[in-house]
């Protein structure tokens, strides 16, 4: 272990602390602060840590010097120190929080405690009354169904059903459009309430953007907000294409990207969704999987003083019709190819429509609205469908785990091309919270200065960008105070590493999550409501039952998740 390389807290001396490179003055002032949080709650407890981190480490410390503290405190700790610790007046204002605050005794009787003493019967609740909790879940998310479902979750009565439908058939003969919901008006968000910020690389000095959710519909539902942004969804049907056809997206993770994904979804299409990293083999393949019928696009990515082809990787996939956005400007720096159509040209598809709101097409929550794709690192990629329910698995497992609600605002460097950017997409808006997309490179200083400046409260990393931010040092400087919580997933994580992450933000919370494309979210994680130790989860994922099994031939791991989601390609 690290901290055997450590001093005990109670061990540390002043010199020991000048020799981290601080000034003797106010290695004085730290080694006395110490002296005086040992003396109350001695050298090695959690509340230790918690004083020591909340008044003593920020980020203008040598990060040495929180390692000499997070070491020396747990030396002696054991397996796994926990880095953060649940307040119980913070705990009872988070969302879960507040559910078992008035309903706790409803599904725990007399054995409910308090939000975090009761926290793991609670999930146990979860997995044994599945019928109670995802109904409530669904209301607390504010899902709004034009036909509502019989159940809750029936069982498969036939091979044919439990073959279609593992586990069983969840909210049989609902129908619903989760891009409708995430624009429809309800007690979290009136049409005043932010739903994106964002800001382009380059432009770091300027103001965040940002759009209202009046101004999304807008964008989205009837006549453009924007000059010659008129009704998307509108003019995805004027293409004349079959309902249900399957819509490519290959594209950054920025506004426009948004505004196409919720408009294929509003328009009862699927769709595919594409990394922007991807060559033109790797676009072809997935769009021959999919049989899409069309593709979204931009003519270029612009990263600092580069710009990268996208359009023409996509004319060398032998794409079908590319609806192409231009990145500067209106004008493109190529010619379209045949049968190719500009954005301004997609858009007046839907000139005579203006000021017509545009009727959502609901669909039975079986079918197919988003098709994503395992990495094909191991073979060719397989297709990964998310059905109409998914989505809300997704929103569900934020507003549980990484507590994301009104007033939010939430950023996670991703791409459309894989779960993460969907899954931040109805995360956020399904909770009333706000979507902060940086339209450049998340590994440089101007995504530090966009956390700061547009506020995130919610931060989603992967471990490898950590570790290059830790190694620049690329965060040195910015206030990113107001984050609640970090949110971890994708890779292997660091405790050295994360500990160093915690300490850009006062010390809050990382919460681990894993699990799966084919689920729309994770099958352990973390929560606001237990200790959170260093690259490590604290629980399974709401709704899902971990048995780690023994040596006798049987599997090492067994995973009984009721999702809410799951149906094969």
């Not at 109904?135 to 091979?159: A, G, Y």
Request: charge should be negative; hydrophobic fraction near 40%.
């Amino acid at each position: 272990m690290a901290s055997l390389h450590y001093k005990a807290l109670d061990s540390i001396s002043v010199s020991d602390i000048e020799a981290l490179g601080i000034s003797s003055s106010i290695a004085l002032k730290l080694y006395e602060d110490i002296s005086e949080i040992i003396n109350t709650h001695g050298p090695s407890s959690p509340q230790t840590w918690t004083l020591l981190s909340k008044r003593l480490l920020h980020p203008l410390l040598p990060f040495s010097f929180h390692q000499m503290m997070y070491y020396g405190c747990f030396k002696d700790f054991g397996p796994d120190p926990p880095a953060w610790s649940p307040d119980p007046e913070a705990a009872m204002l988070t969302n879960v929080g507040q559910l078992l605050e008035r309903r706790g005794k409803e599904f725990l009787g007399s054995t409910y405690k308090d939000p975090i003493s009761s926290f793991s019967h609670f999930q146990e609740f979860s997995v044994s009354n599945p019928e109670v909790y995802w109904k409530t879940i669904l209301d607390e998310i504010s899902v709004s169904f034009s036909v509502p479902p019989q159940c809750i979750l029936s069982e498969n009565t036939s091979r044919e059903s439990s073959l279609a439908n593992p586990g069983g058939q969840w909210l049989p003969g609902a129908y619903v459009n989760p891009a409708k919901t995430c624009l429809t008006l309800n007690c979290k968000r009136t049409l005043d309430d932010v739903v994106i910020r964002w800001r382009d690389e380059g432009n770091d000095d300027m103001p965040v953007s940002s759009l209202t959710l009046e101004e999304l519909r807008s964008e989205v539902w009837y006549a453009g907000f924007h000059i010659q942004v008129l009704l998307v969804a509108y003019a995805i049907n004027a293409l004349g294409l079959d309902r249900g056809s399957a819509i490519a997206i290959d594209m950054p993770m920025n506004v426009e990207s948004v505004i196409i994904y919720l408009a294929i979804v509003l328009a009862g299409h699927v769709v595919v969704s594409i990394a922007d990293s991807f060559a033109p083999l790797e676009i072809s393949t997935r769009l021959k999987i999919s049989e899409a019928k069309a593709i979204f696009t931009q003519d270029l990515i612009i990263r600092g003083d580069k710009s990268i082809p996208l359009y023409s990787r996509v004319v060398n996939a032998q794409a079908p019709m590319a609806i192409v956005i231009p990145t500067k400007g209106c004008s493109f720096s190529m010619n379209l190819r045949d049968g190719d159509i500009s954005w301004h040209d997609f858009l007046e598809k839907a000139t005579d429509l203006r000021g017509d709101e545009f009727a959502a097409v609901e669909q039975p929550v079986e079918a197919f609205t988003n098709i994503l794709f395992s990495s094909g690192t191991t073979g060719e990629p397989k297709a990964i469908p998310w059905t109409h329910v998914t989505p809300f698995k997704a929103a569900a497992d934020a507003w549980c785990h990484m507590d994301i609600r009104k007033g939010d605002i939430v950023a996670w460097p991703t791409n459309l091309g894989w779960m993460m950017g969907p899954w931040l997409v109805y995360a956020s808006l399904l909770n009333g919270a706000s979507i902060a997309l940086y339209n450049g490179s998340p590994l440089v200083s101007g995504f530090a200065k966009f956390v700061q400046d547009a506020r995130v409260t919610m931060l989603g990393v992967i471990p490898s960008i950590v570790r290059i931010w830790k190694s620049a040092n690329s965060t040195l400087g910015y206030d990113w105070s107001a984050i609640r919580c970090f949110a971890s997933t994708g890779e292997a994580s660091s405790v050295d590493e994360y500990l160093w992450l915690m300490g850009r933000a006062q010390y809050k919370p990382i919460i681990e999550y894993c699990g799966g494309t084919e689920i729309g979210g994770g099958f352990v994680s973390g929560s606001l409501l237990q200790p959170q130790s260093l690259a490590a989860f604290s629980t399974p994922a709401m709704g899902c039952s971990l048995f780690v099994l023994g040596d006798d031939g049987h599997p090492i791991v067994s995973i009984i998740a009721p999702y809410i989601n799951f149906r094969k390609y």
